[in-house]
T-cell receptor, first 115, second 109 residues
Framework: NAGVTQTPKFRVLKTGQSMTLLCAQD?????MYWYRQDPGMGLRLIHYSVGEGTTAKGEVPDGYNVSRLKKQNFLLGLESAAPSQTSVYFC??????????????FGEGSRLTVL | GQNIDQPTEMTATEGAIVQINCTYQ??????LFWYQQHAGEAPTFLSYNVLDGLEEKGRFSSFLSRSKGYSYLLLKELQMKDSASYLC??????????WGAGTKLIIKP
């Protein structure tokens, strides 16, 4: 049981290049999220999805796009990378349990540097 | 605006007890989470409080006072492996998680 898997783990980009981060979960979770984590700041939500084929904007969506074509996968795209997008990106998934809000399960993170 | 406050860094001694505080101001409240994050790793779930009071899980306990907008995480019998950042997060009325910047806990022998 792999949980939440992110690829790639590390990537260096030049300004203006594009790339896609892939997140895969094998827990049959409904909800999936993309966060970024920067020093001295809390996790910030980029985009999220509450089910296959649906996506929504989070707190900091500009410069990113997402797709959830399959329930188990959530892709994060950077169309034209900028140095401000240098960060550690975390994917997470969850599913609500009866009477409770389910906790988040995180991937190992993807460290992106934009030069 | 919405805000979560927790100390940036704390130091404690192996075997001792430490309390990490979290205060919050959010639009509504649907629960408070604590996560542990070791350096270079992913956050992992520790606890969830939605009602006032203390929840105990082994060496870790979490307390919530909704009227005061306050929570704490209590770690007992500290071990070196407890050196990590501890993240407080509150779920607001829209079921969005608002995260604190985290408290880095340093354990000294």
């Amino acid at each position: 049981n792999a949980g939440v898997t992110q690829t790639p783990k590390f990537r260096v980009l030049k300004t203006g290049q594009s790339m896609t981060l892939l997140c895969a979960q094998d827990m049959n979770h409904e909800y999936m999220y993309w966060y970024r984590q920067d020093p001295g700041m809390g996790l910030r939500l980029i985009h999220y999805s509450v089910g296959e084929g649906t996506t929504a904007k989070g707190e900091v969506p500009d410069g990113y796009n997402v797709s959830r074509l399959k329930k188990q996968n959530f892709l994060l795209g950077l169309e034209s990378a900028a140095p401000s997008q240098t960060s550690v990106y975390f994917c997470a998934s969850s599913t609500p349990r009866q009477g409770e809000i389910g906790e988040l399960f995180f991937g190992e993170g993807s460290r992106l540097t934009v030069l | 605006g919405q805000n979560i406050d927790q100390p940036t860094e704390m130091t404690a001694t192996e075997g001792a007890i430490v309390q990490i505080n979290c205060t919050y101001q959010t639009s509504g409240f649907n629960g408070l989470f604590w996560y542990q994050q070791h350096a270079g790793e992913a956050p992992t779930f520790l606890s969830y409080n939605v009602l006032d009071g203390l929840e105990e899980k082994g060496r870790f306990s979490s307390f919530l006072s909704r009227s005061k907008g306050y929570s704490y995480l209590l770690l007992k019998e500290l071990q070196m492996k407890d050196s990590a950042s501890y993240l407080c997060a509150v779920m607001d009325s829209n079921y969005q998680l608002i995260w604190g910047a985290g408290t880095k806990l340093i354990i000294k022998p």
